[in-house]
C-alpha cells in the first residue's frame, strides 16, 4: 500500500493513543522471541519489549517497540536483509536522524505493529527506553508529577 508522495501508508498514518491492552505485553514477548531468533548471531543479548506498551496501565501508541543490541553496526545490512525476509522494513540511517540507532519497522494491513530500536551494546541511550516490567511509579526514572498524556511522554518513534 502506497500514501500519497509516494511513501508507504504505514509510513504517514496518523498516531493514535488506545487505552492500555493486556495483550501487549503476550505480544511484546511474542515478537521479542522471534526476533532473537532471526538476529541470533548478531545479538549480545535478548531483545526487550520497551516502552509505552511495556508499561501496564499506560495508555500508548498501539506500536510494540523492541529494543535490541549488537556489538556494532557493521551488521547493519545483514541484519536489514534478516528482517526483510521476516516481514520488516529497514528505516535508512539517514532518515530515521538518530545515528546511535538503526530503526526497522513490521507493518500489517497497512499499519505499523512493531518497530525495532537496534543499538549498540553499552550504548548510553539504552536508558532513554522504558524496559518491560518498569514499574511506573514516582520512583521510576520517568515518573511526572503530571497527568501522563501524549504530550508529557518523553518518547519519540
Known amino acids: 500500500m502506497t500514501a500519497s ?8 498514518e496518523p498516531v493514535e493513543i488506545l487505552d492500555h491492552d493486556p495483550n501487549w505485553r503476550q505480544l511484546g514477548e511474542h515478537i521479542s522471541t522471534r526476533l532473537d531468533g532471526v538476529l541470533a548471531r548478531w545479538l ?6 520497551v516502552r509505552s506498551t511495556a508499561i501496564p496501565e499506560l495508555a500508548a501508541k498501539p506500536i510494540i517497540d523492541i529494543q535490541a543490541s ?10 536489514a536483509d534478516a ?3 521476516d516481514g520488516w522494513h529497514a528505516v535508512p540511517a539517514e532518515l530515521d536522524q538518530r545515528p546511535w ?3 526497522y519497522v ?5 499499519r505499523r505493529t512493531a518497530h525495532l ?3 549498540i551494546n553499552g550504548s548510553t541511550r539504552r536508558h532513554e527506553q522504558l524496559p518491560s516490567g518498569t514499574p511506573y511509579e514516582p520512583t521510576a526514572p520517568y515518573a511526572m ?13
Open 5 to 12: 508522495g509516494g511513501w508507504p501508508s504505514w509510513a504517514t
Open 101 to 103: 540507532r538503526r530503526f
Open 70 to 79: 549488537v556489538t556494532d553496526f557493521r551488521c547493519a545490512v545483514d541484519v
Open 44 to 49: 549480545t543479548q535478548p531483545s526487550e519489549h
Open 83 to 85: 528482517l526483510r525476509a
Open 117 to 119: 530500536h537496534l543499538l
Open 145 to 157: 508529577s503530571t497527568p501522563v498524556s501524549s504530550e508529557t511522554l518523553p518518547l519519540r518513534i
Open 106 to 110: 513490521l507493518p500489517e494491513g497497512g
